[in-house]
């Protein structure tokens, strides 16, 4: 019999951490071998243990789970990484996904079907959750003006680019020592170039376009 996965899970909120704690248990394939409240503990913890599997919630207090993916596939590139949602947030979808995620769940899943879904990325399959493949599947096959990113300027472009990894306004201002009214200004011309409407619409062209060549979902 092979040996069960061994998984590190991650949630701030004790309560529902326990509960898909206890649904994993019930499945004689998976062995939670530890819990963090957070993703600096997550890390930590993951560094330390190397789990087969590390299931993280996108938002928690301090180091949200995004980052603490990308962190960990880093440091264990072999370990399998699954995001647990509230919310069907295109651009988290795509910032998780960047950051090694291989799984995309919604909180409000049944525990049989956490359980299947758990078991198949796992195993090596990549999971999103339906409806947001389905955008993204419509957004991927909507023809593009081939040079429209050739227009955009150097500042444009890194505007574009932490967008895409899921930044808001604010935070792109601070990474690139903005102010918000101008990170605002430059997302307006960005998304008359790239003749999109959102901020969502031009994550996805730009996801796309650093995907080429690489296996979509």
């Known amino acids: 019999m092979a040996d069960p996965v061994r998984i590190l899970l991650a949630d701030d909120h004790p309560l529902f951490r326990e509960g898909v704690a206890s649904s994993l248990a019930a499945a004689s394939d998976f062995e939670v071998i530890t819990q963090a409240g957070s993703g600096e503990e997550a890390v930590r913890l993951a560094t330390q243990l190397r789990p087969d599997m590390v299931l993280l919630d996108v938002n928690m207090?301090?180091?949200?789970?995004?980052?603490?993916?990308?962190?960990?596939?880093?440091?264990?590139?072999e370990a399998r990484?699954?995001?647990?949602?509230?919310?069907?947030n295109t651009e988290s979808l795509l910032a998780a996904l960047k950051a090694g995620a291989h799984g995309y769940v919604l909180?409000?899943?049944?525990?049989?079907?956490?359980?299947?879904?758990?078991?198949?990325?796992?195993s090596g399959e990549a999971y999103v959750t339906p409806t947001l493949a389905a955008e993204m599947l419509t957004e991927f096959s909507r023809p593009r003006e081939p040079d429209a990113f050739s227009t955009l300027t150097q500042r444009e472009t890194e505007v574009l680019e932490l967008l895409s990894q899921g930044l808001t306004n604010r935070e792109i201002g601070e990474r690139l020592h903005l102010a918000e009214k101008?990170?605002?200004h430059h997302m307006t011309i960005i998304l008359q170039k790239l003749h999109v409407r959102t901020r969502t619409e031009a994550a996805l062209m730009a996801m796309q376009r650093g995907s080429a060549g690489r296996t979509a979902f």
């Open 81 to 88: 990484i699954m995001m647990l949602t509230v919310s069907e």
């Open 107 to 122: 909180k409000g899943v049944s525990a049989n079907d956490l359980r299947a879904i758990t078991r198949a990325v796992a």
């Open 61 to 77: 207090p301090g180091m949200g789970g995004i980052e603490a993916a990308a962190r960990i596939a880093a440091v264990l590139p």
């Open 182 to 184: 101008t990170v605002k």
